[in-house]
């Protein structure tokens, strides 16, 4: 049994008294590619709301996070997942590993390519990975806004040749444009059945993750070079108090004393400007005040380290 056979055993049925319509359609589309090809930012796009974390840093997913599109008659459970990278550590490995996995467990798959940039070594092996899963896919080209016409209908023409995809959808994640289509796209390929989750649920990222998720953005869009690769954020306590203030004490784990200290930045300011940051956004998550205590700890070749991995939201065997 794997992971989307357990959500569609788990979650909450229907009630009762609500008649089912047999028309309705519910299934699972994965966002597929490389790292930094926009993947979470499509999703984000798509729920009307902010589910993924996103960096213009590679790899900055590191495990599925799946958010739930709601229609009427239809629901699309559509995973964000790492990008397919060629992996140095174990956690890397995790990661590509989950991410191809997913492949064969959906309805449909969506791979995504920075048209901007055009087609690369990377997005052809994501092609090929696809291939062999065999699941029904569709092809993105995303980032339109930054390449002229005359390109795109190019990329168009040379995707097409491959014949692994049943529709191409040019478009744009960061503005919107057409992501219409891609909805309406991916709503015909549903299979028929019940839907999996409540109309309220956005989301069934597990809160303590969400909160770290948001931290370890911040450390990505504030620091540079190897420093947002080689942390990790651990949530030590999360508690209410009487007068409804969440207190959350967390702490980044880092490789080595070098990255600490510019985590930590000249008198505390680098960790003041990351806690503030990430306080905003979690009141946001929370809907409600936050005291974010923040920690850093040095922990060499903790990218290897399976208990670490699991601490961090990564079913590592």
Known sequence: ?????????????????????????????????????GKSTLLNQLLGAKVAIVS??????????????????LQVIVIDTPGIHKPRYRMNEEMVK????????????????DASEGLGPGDRFVFDQVKQAGTASLLILNKIDLMPKENLLQMIDET??????????????????????????????????????PPETLTDLPERLAIGELIREQVFLKTRQEVPHATAVMIEAVRKDEKGLTRIDATIVVDKDSQKGILIGEGGGMMKAIGTAARLNLETLLKGRVHLSLWVKVREGWRDDTALLRLIGLPVP
Do not use: W, Y
């Open 56 to 73: 213009a840093v590679p790899q900055t997913t590191r495990f599925p996070v799946r958010g739930v599109l709601h229609r009427q008659g």
């Open 160 to 197: 097409r040749q491959t014949g692994l995809f049943e529709e191409i959808i040019p478009l744009s994640a960061l503005t919107g444009e057409n992501c219409e289509r891609l909805e309406r796209v991916m709503s015909v390929r549903m299979p028929e059945g019940p839907p999996h989750f």
């Open 98 to 113: 989950l991410a191809t996995r997913v492949l064969k467990e959906v309805d449909l798959v969506a791979v995504i390519v």
């Open 1 to 37: 049994m794997n992971e989307f056979d357990e959500v569609r055993q788990e979650t909450a049925p229907v009630p009762a008294q609500a008649p089912v319509d047999k028309s309705f359609r519910c299934g699972f589309v994965a966002l597929a590619g490389r790292a930094n090809v």
